[in-house]
Every structure is written in structure tokens, then in C-alpha cells.
């Protein structure tokens, strides 16, 4: 063996889930928002937190290997990124994700990737796998939300209509429905029809309420696939869909939108966009295990292998925008 060849690599993919429940840990002792509201030491972090200071100065030190704390003479602080994204005073606080990227279901479809690699999806379960009214999809919604508001606001910003156009706007599996509900802020004269799970779109409803623009925000329960969207919609939000299913269920809901649109109108849809290569950039390219691993048929698809849905069900052209640094991409397509 080559002297300048090691093992690190290969231990430490190994041992990666314990970064994942080292963090989920901090998240659920709430150690950043308690170092956030003034806890630095070891000894004052546990008393806050409740728990033992031999406990609390290992994980912290172990934060602060990963780059999620600062350590300076005993004393811990939050990262820039941390003080944002993993304080529950922040705005952004994404530490509700983690219910459900770390749900036990979630962690079983790893478990069983061999079978996924080996048949080409994911097992169907004896349980029937996570029901639309199984409660981790409101959690999902909660917890998602901050991590989408970049791209939402992005995604605003790219229509460029006139401030006070009359716009009817189709968010399809809208979740949280931060996407609709940004496009209302930014023009005041959008009328939005959220598609998803009454259950879930009750958390959209409480964030348009948040947010100011409820009587502008409304409802249609039920799946994408079976629901009547309406007509003569100027825009359809179609974010983070498309990678759950195969090609021709890909086009089915595309041809779908298409009759529900405008002439000239357009489909704004949010996905992880590798390159041609299937290899880069990283983010984008190792989403088609997520979909391996969780789904029948789903994938990451190129922008030429979208581009061909689109045109397939009828679409005139599409255009690609990464929406840079995030890992997302906007693809938008005119009827």
C-alpha cells in the first residue's frame, strides 16, 4: 500500500451518523440558544440546559470540532452561521428539521439502501409507509420552512411583474406555503391557491396569517393528482415535487398544470439540478440517493431531461436558473 494512501475517508463516511446525533442532541438540549442568551462555560451551559457538565463539555467540544461552536479559554460561543440558523430566538431556526430528517422512518430508508440499489427503488412498506395525515408532515412543514424562505424570496424577485398586477398564483403541495406566500408580499394584488393535505395546510394558513396576506391566501385540499386546480392561472409553484416521481408521473402532473394555466403563462419549478454528469455540483448530485433511497422512482433530474418533461406535455420552452449559493434551481417554463 501506497505510504501517502489512508483510511480516513472510508472512517469517517463510516462514522458520519454520529455528527447527525451529536447535532440532534445539541438541538434537542437547546445548547445553542442557551449559549446564545449568555451561557458560556461548560458548568453554566449544563445548569441551563439540565444536564450533567461532563456531558455538556464533550458534545460542546465536539460542536466546536465541527464548526458549529467557538471555544476560547473555557468558554463557548455560536458560529455566525449557528447564531442564525440553530437559535430558537433567530427567525431562521431550522433546529425543527431535524424531526424530521432524522425521523426514524427517514433513518430506515438508509438502513435498507441495499435493497433500493439492488431493485432500483425503495421497499413498499407493510405499513403503508408515512400517510398524508400522519402528523411528521405538519412537522415537516414547520420545520422546513426557514430553510426554504432564501429561495422563496429569490424565486419572488425572479417574475418581474409590475408590483400591482392581478395575478392568480397555483402553489402546488404548498407545505408550508412560504413560496405562495412570498409572491403575495412582493405583489400585492396575487391571489393564491395553496394545493396540499388539509393538515398540512393548516400551517400554510397560519404563516399567510403571519405574514399579512391571508385574505389573499386560499385553499385546496387534497392530492395534486386528483384535485381540481382551476383556470386561467398566471403562475404554478412547483417546489421540490418532481424528484419524488418517475418520468411519466413527472408529465402526467405537467400536463395537468399546463391546462391550468394561461396562454403564456408560466411554471415556476424548484428542484436539485445536477449537472449533466450526474456528479457535480455535490449538493445536487448526491440528492438522487435521498430519492434512491425513500422513493419508488424518484430522482434528481438534469436540467435536459427536465427541459424534455416540459416540452413533452406541451410547454413552449424552459429556461435554467441556478439560484447560487443555494442548492436549488429554478426552472421556468411557458405555456
Not at 92 to 118: C, H, S, W
Not at 263 to 290: C, H, I, Q, W, Y
Request: proline share 4%; with cysteine; glycine share 6%.
Amino acid at each position: 500500500m501506497q505510504s501517502d494512501v489512508t483510511p480516513i475517508l472510508v472512517f469517517e463516511n463510516i462514522t458520519a451518523f454520529q455528527r447527525s446525533y451529536a447535532l440532534k442532541s445539541a438541538i434537542e438540549l437547546d445548547v445553542f440558544t442557551k449559549i446564545a442568551e449568555g451561557s458560556q462555560t461548560a458548568q453554566e451551559i449544563a445548569k441551563a440546559c439540565g444536564a450533567s457538565e461532563r456531558g455538556i463539555r464533550i458534545l460542546c467540544d465536539y460542536m466546536t470540532v465541527l464548526g458549529f461552536l467557538t471555544k476560547e479559554n473555557g468558554s463557548y460561543d455560536l458560529t455566525e452561521s449557528t447564531a442564525v440558523f440553530l437559535n430558537q430566538n433567530s427567525p431562521a431556526y431550522l433546529g425543527r428539521a431535524v424531526d424530521f430528517l432524522l425521523y426514524p422512518q427517514m433513518i430506515e430508508n438508509f438502513e435498507d439502501l441495499t435493497y433500493a440499489v439492488k431493485t432500483g427503488g425503495a421497499r413498499e412498506r407493510e405499513d403503508g409507509g408515512l400517510e398524508p395525515e400522519h402528523p411528521i408532515w405538519v412537522q415537516f412543514a414547520r420545520g422546513m420552512m426557514p430553510m426554504m424562505m432564501p429561495a422563496a424570496q429569490m424565486m419572488a424577485a425572479k417574475l418581474g411583474a409590475e408590483k400591482d398586477a392581478k395575478l392568480k398564483i397555483l402553489d402546488i403541495a404548498a407545505g408550508h406555503g412560504i413560496f405562495g406566500i412570498m409572491m403575495a408580499q412582493q405583489y400585492r394584488d396575487a391571489e393564491i391557491y395553496a394545493v396540499d393535505w388539509k393538515n398540512v395546510l393548516e400551517v400554510a394558513e397560519e404563516n399567510a396569517q403571519n405574514f399579512g396576506v391571508s385574505n389573499r391566501h386560499h385553499k385546496i385540499e387534497g392530492s395534486a393528482f386528483e384535485v381540481d386546480f382551476g383556470t386561467d392561472y398566471d403562475l404554478v409553484l412547483l417546489t421540490n415535487f418532481l424528484h419524488h416521481f418517475d418520468v411519466p408521473t413527472c408529465e402526467e402532473i405537467l400536463r395537468k398544470i399546463h391546462k391550468s394555466l394561461k396562454e403564456g403563462g408560466k411554471v415556476f419549478t424548484l428542484e436539485f439540478v445536477p449537472n449533466e454528469d450526474r456528479v457535480s455540483p455535490p449538493a445536487e448530485a448526491m440528492f438522487s440517493l435521498t430519492m434512491l433511497a425513500s422513493t419508488p422512482s424518484g430522482d434528481a433530474y438534469t436540467f435536459s431531461e427536465l427541459e424534455k418533461m416540459f416540452q413533452n406535455a406541451g410547454f413552449a420552452n424552459s429556461e435554467h436558473h441556478p439560484l447560487s449559493p443555494l442548492p436549488q434551481h429554478l426552472i421556468i417554463s411557458t405555456k
